[in-house]
């Protein structure tokens, strides 16, 4: 896998549980700043919308509290920075997302739509042991209920993008992908 080419207009969501490496891959494809804290334009002009980003930015303010406190409220960020990009960006928009709600694909399903844009996913499927540590490696700790509860609804997802050969949930395409597969990715391309 040399690179992926999508139109200039789309959507594309990078998905996978949490630890998988979403934002890894956001830095890597599309040069984003770890410590942004605001959606961040690429040099091939992709908006790249990354939870990390609304992270950042309450951290400055709410760090004083338990971050489980203020995680809906970095939630609700993250989501209407992600529906602001749809509907405002001229380009692509690059989306960070689980994708392991349903609700949520649904939305950002909806809001792609509205804007007329298509809708892409990268699947990225890593175990949950390497899940984990990547999550230790960035000082995050999840709870296993949590955590359970994601990569239980990670497997039917993949299970049901396998078994249909199509794109969970009204998007035009997904790519299944590992971290080692997706490492020899040299670069995604948005292109008219």
């Excluded at 890597?28 to 990354?50: H, I, K, N, Y």
């Excluded at 960070?96 to 349903?102: G, P, Q, S």
């Excluded at 996913?121 to 709870?143: F, K, S, T, W, Y």
């Amino acid at each position: 896998m040399g690179e992926l080419r999508y139109p200039a207009r789309a959507a594309l969501v990078v998905a996978g549980i949490p630890g998988a490496g979403k934002s890894t891959a956001l830095h890597t494809f599309f040069g984003t700043p770890a410590e942004a804290d605001a959606p961040a334009r690429s040099a091939q002009g992709a908006l790249v919308v990354d939870s990390q980003q609304s992270r950042v930015r309450l951290r400055r303010t709410l760090n004083w509290l338990p971050y489980p406190l203020w995680r809906p409220l970095m939630h609700v960020r993250h989501y209407t920075a992600v529906r602001a990009a749809l509907r405002g960006a001229a380009g692509p928009v690059v989306i960070h997302d689980c994708a392991t709600y349903r609700w949520s694909r649904r939305m950002i399903a909806r809001w792609t739509a509205a804007a007329g844009r298509e809708l892409h996913v990268v699947m990225l499927d890593v175990a949950p042991e390497v899940a984990r540590a990547g999550q230790r490696a960035r000082g995050r700790r999840i709870n296993p209920v949590t955590f359970a509860l994601h990569c239980r609804r990670w497997r039917a997802l993949v299970a049901e993008a396998v078994r249909d050969t199509a794109a969970p949930g009204r998007t035009t395409s997904a790519v299944l992908t590992d971290r080692a597969a997706l490492n020899r990715l040299q670069r995604i391309v948005f292109e008219d």
